[in-house]
C-alpha cells in the first residue's frame, strides 16, 4: 500500500514526468513503427506504380527539359498521349465563339490576299479586343500542355501578320499608321508581367523572365511584390541585350 501511496503522490507532484511524457513516447515510437513497417513499404509501392504510368513518365521528362525546344517536344508527346491534339484539333467549345472567330479569320485571310489595307485596318480595329470573343479564357489555356485551340492560334498568327504587314507596307500613308497604331493600343492596351510571390517563389520569377525573354516576349511593363519586385526592378533596369540569354 506504502509503494502504490507513493507511486500515486510522486505522478500527482509531476505529472509531466510519470504522465505525460510516457504517453507521448508511446505515441512517438508507435508513430515511427507504423510509419516504419506498415506505412513506408506501401508508400514505396504507390510511388513505383505512379512511376510506372506512361503519363507520370513523360511528366518526368517534361519537368526535366532544360531549353524550350526541348519542353515544346515532349509536351507534344505528352499531349498525343492525353489525346489532348485532338482537342486542338476540334474547333468549338463553351468558352469561346468559334463561328464568330472562324468568320472573321475568313475575312481577315480575304483582305490579306487582296492586299487591301484599308480592309484590313478596318476589320482589325473591330477584333483588337481584350477577350474578344472569349479567346482569352484560361479555360482555353490549361487544357493542353502545347497550346490551345488550332483555330485561336490561326486566328492570333493571322492578326499579328497583318499588324506586321501593315507596318512594313508603303501602300499605307505614315499618318494614317501612326493613327491606326494609336487608337489600337489604346483600345487592347498593353500587356503586364506580375511577379507575386515570397522568397520561394524567387527562382520561379527568374525562370519565367528567361523564358519570355529567350522567345522574345518579355513584356515592357513588370512588376511584383516582395522578391518578385526586387527582380522586376533588376530586370527593368537593364535593356534586352544586356539581359542573359
Not at 80 to 85: A, E, H, I, P, V
Not at 216 to 239: N, V
Request: hydrophobic share 40%; charged share 25%.
Amino acid at each position: 500500500m506504502n509503494k502504490i501511496s507513493d507511486n500515486i503522490s510522486k505522478t500527482a507532484r509531476d505529472p509531466l514526468k510519470y504522465v505525460v511524457a510516457p504517453i507521448i513516447y508511446f505515441a512517438y515510437s508507435s508513430t515511427l513503427f507504423l510509419y516504419g513497417y506498415l506505412l513506408q513499404p506501401w508508400m514505396k509501392k504507390w510511388d513505383q506504380y505512379k512511376d510506372s504510368k506512361p503519363e507520370n513518365k513523360l511528366l518526368v521528362r517534361l519537368n526535366k527539359a532544360e531549353t524550350f525546344d526541348e519542353w515544346q517536344d515532349r509536351a507534344a508527346d505528352l499531349d498525343r498521349y492525353l489525346k489532348n491534339d485532338k482537342w486542338r484539333q476540334q474547333p468549338t467549345s463553351r468558352v469561346y465563339d468559334s463561328k464568330l472567330i472562324a468568320s472573321r479569320l475568313e475575312h481577315l485571310k480575304k483582305a490579306h490576299e487582296n492586299q487591301d489595307v484599308d480592309s484590313m485596318t478596318y476589320l482589325l480595329r473591330g477584333v483588337l479586343l481584350r477577350n474578344f470573343a472569349g479567346i482569352c479564357d484560361r479555360k482555353l489555356f490549361s487544357h493542353s500542355y502545347l497550346g490551345t485551340k488550332h483555330l485561336v492560334e490561326d486566328y492570333m498568327e493571322e492578326v499579328v501578320s497583318q499588324i506586321e504587314y501593315i507596318e512594313s507596307t508603303s501602300d499605307f500613308d505614315a499618318q494614317a499608321k501612326i493613327k491606326f497604331f494609336s487608337d489600337s493600343r489604346q483600345s487592347f492596351g498593353c500587356s503586364a508581367l506580375v511577379l507575386q510571390g515570397g522568397t520561394a517563389l524567387a527562382l520561379y520569377h527568374i525562370g519565367v523572365v528567361k523564358a519570355l525573354n529567350e522567345q522574345g516576349l518579355l513584356p515592357r511593363i513588370i512588376s511584383g511584390t516582395a522578391i518578385g519586385a526586387m527582380i522586376a526592378a533588376l530586370i527593368c533596369i537593364h535593356t534586352d541585350e544586356e539581359l542573359p540569354v
